[in-house]
């Protein structure tokens, strides 16, 4: 990706002569994009190059583009695409993608593998995620093709309905709870998140779906030799025992980090999968979190958007009874 295009636009034929500058603020951009396009930004109008004091006129054909502040590689990926439009990309994340390079990991994320697709559908944008998902976390994730889409989610204080599917260990006593419990850092850990009165108030409304029983073989009693639903012990050497999981859904009213994975630990009753926060890998290597359904108004087109991503198979496996 050599270029970004920040803006590509036809100005109104019933618009006055007007500065660039003025016509950039009307673009909900920030203050900071702003001044890297004065000082940065290759400007045309009509095709031909142009200044930041050039004057537009009603009709004129304005591009303006930047050189990307990130430079990541290209990834070939097969992502599950949701919705597109000329502004947004929502993509349904496997689990076990990171969303974008860390200092240790800089090819096969999330981020690699969108801007390798804009290459070969010959898109020239990059990667502007408007919210993250945990790399074990499976799920919705929006991505703004645009800094100036990404900054208008902010500017419009565009509010999400976000519910996630989760398979907590044990069942539920309640069939409806709602928990209102701060989060914050846990001391010693960069990591690792807990419930305190010190952190910030986070609420997480919870509801049982179904509940269920998975039979589990052990052979010699060595959780090591589990394989699920099936028995490959030699005879007489293996014991039956049975996890019980519940459905739930839950619906975020904040955004803390690992808020679903905290607050479902503290109530006593872990993610299936999340050794992090109390949880067994016995029936799955993964937390069992997965962002099912999120609502929005779009910020550009003001469209009501309802996007749904279906539970993946290592999760719906702990359903089957």
């Given at each position: 990706?050599?270029?970004?295009?920040?803006?590509?636009?036809?100005?109104?034929?019933?618009v006055h002569t007007q500065s660039i500058n003025h016509i950039i603020k009307q673009q909900h951009i920030s203050q900071r994009m702003r001044r890297r396009l004065r000082n940065e930004g290759i400007i045309t109008v009509n095709g031909k190059f142009a200044t930041w004091n050039t004057l537009i006129h009603g009709g004129d054909h304005l591009v303006m583009k930047l050189t990307p502040e990130q430079e990541f590689s290209l990834s070939p990926m097969s992502l599950d695409i949701i919705y597109e439009d000329e502004y947004i990309l929502v993509i349904n994340k496997a689990a076990g993608i990171?969303?974008?390079p860390t200092s240790t990991v800089r090819d096969h994320t999330l981020a690699n593998g969108v801007l390798h697709y804009y290459q070969e559908t010959n898109q020239h944008y990059d990667f502007h995620p408007v919210h993250r998902l945990d790399k074990d976390t499976s799920g919705i994730v929006i991505i703004a093709k645009t800094s100036v889409v990404q900054h208008a989610f902010d500017k419009k204080h565009t509010h999400f309905y976000k519910s996630y599917d989760a398979i907590v260990e044990g069942y539920l006593p309640s069939m409806r709870i709602s928990i209102n419990w701060p989060i914050g850092r846990k001391p010693g850990s960069i990591i690792e998140r807990c419930c305190t009165n010190q952190g910030k108030p986070a609420r997480t409304d919870i509801a049982v779906i179904s509940k269920h029983t998975s039979k589990i073989s052990y052979c010699n009693n060595n959780p090591a030799d589990t394989v699920n639903n099936s028995n490959i012990c030699p005879a007489n050497s293996s014991l039956l025992a049975y996890n019980h999981f519940t459905h739930v859904q839950c619906v975020l009213h904040t955004g803390r980090t690992h808020q679903i994975r905290v607050h479902l630990s503290q109530l006593g009753y872990p993610l299936a999968g999340d050794d992090l926060y109390g949880g067994h890998l016995e029936s799955i290597q993964r937390q069992a979190l997965h962002a099912a359904r999120v609502s929005f108004y779009h910020p550009i087109t003001n469209e009501w958007l309802e996007l749904h991503a279906e539970m993946p198979e290592d999760m719906n496996v702990l359903l089957n009874d």
């Open positions: 990706m050599k270029t970004a295009t920040i803006i590509d636009l036809i100005v109104d034929s019933d990171l969303m974008h």
